[in-house]
T-cell receptor, first 111, second 117 residues
Framework: DAKTTQPPSMDCAEGRAANLPCNHS???????VYWYRQIHSQGPQYIIH???NNETNEMASLIITEDRKSSTLILPHATLRDTAVYYC????????????FGSGTQLTVLP | GAVVSQHPSRVICKSGTSVKIECRSL??????MFWYRQFPKQSLMLMAT?????????EQGVEKDKFLINHASLTLSTLTVTSAHPEDSSFYIC?????????????FGQGTRLTVV
């Protein structure tokens, strides 16, 4: 699975959009981009995933660049409960769902 | 989404004793489950892959005789930390994988905080 690079930390004001970047320049054609988050002392929570098209669900939007070498997770209206470590993971669609977690981005939503 | 339940959520044990952690898939059958360990201020590290009806596969550096994994049914995997020592104190998390062709997201338990005193 391709390696990902994320900033170690970001702050965001409550109610504003949080934009979390991820670089995955070595991604291959059949690899998906997954996002998970981990609120302190809890198990990781799935957010969203995509292959090449932009995706949106009730939690977030995922924007993937045309060359697929980077992506951005967007939380449109961040709340204090969105404070967590966000992990961007590149995964072969055929894998058995074992995940390799990098260091992620600590997002702190400020009141 | 699918639910994975982990029990207990928190356990304190004495050094030298063994602790069993359960991971259950509540509304789907999981042929494969994964066990992770997370030390403070670090990311999750995969310890082992638990396969229903067969032996677990351990990551390099993880002692299989110390971390016993049993996956006797399609909804339950257990991790037993044998002869626990203070350095085994950590946050242990399981995840479950549905068979191919179904949802592809990995579903995680809520984690078990183990403290060995």
């Amino acid at each position: 699975d391709a390696k990902t690079t994320q900033p170690p930390s970001m702050d965001c004001a409550e109610g504003r959009a949080a934009n979390l970047p991820c670089n995955h320049s070595t991604i291959s054609g059949n690899e998906y981009v997954y996002w998970y988050r981990q609120i302190h002392s809890q198990g990781p929570q799935y957010i969203i995933h995509g292959l090449k098209n932009n995706e949106t669900n009730e939690m977030a939007s995922l924007i993937i660049t045309e060359d697929r070498k980077s992506s951005t997770l967007i939380l449109p209206h961040a709340t204090l409960r969105d404070t967590a470590v966000y992990y961007c993971i590149v995964l072969n669609s055929g894998s058995a769902r074992q995940l390799t977690f990098g260091s992620g981005t600590q997002l702190t939503v400020l009141p | 989404g699918a639910v994975v339940s982990q029990h207990p959520s928190r356990v304190i044990c004495k050094s030298g004793t063994s602790v069993k952690i359960e991971c259950r898939s509540l509304d789907f059958q999981a042929t494969t489950m994964f066990w992770y360990r997370q030390f403070p201020k670090q990311s999750l590290m995969l310890m082992a892959t638990s396969n229903e009806g067969s032996k677990a596969t351990y990551e390099q550096g993880v002692e299989k005789d110390k971390f016993l994994i049993n996956h006797a049914s399609l909804t339950l995997s257990t991790l037993t930390v044998t002869s626990a020592h203070p350095e085994d104190s950590s946050f242990y998390i399981c995840s479950a994988s549905a068979p191919r062709g179904m949802n592809t997201e990995a579903f995680f338990g809520q984690g078990t905080r183990l403290t060995v005193v």
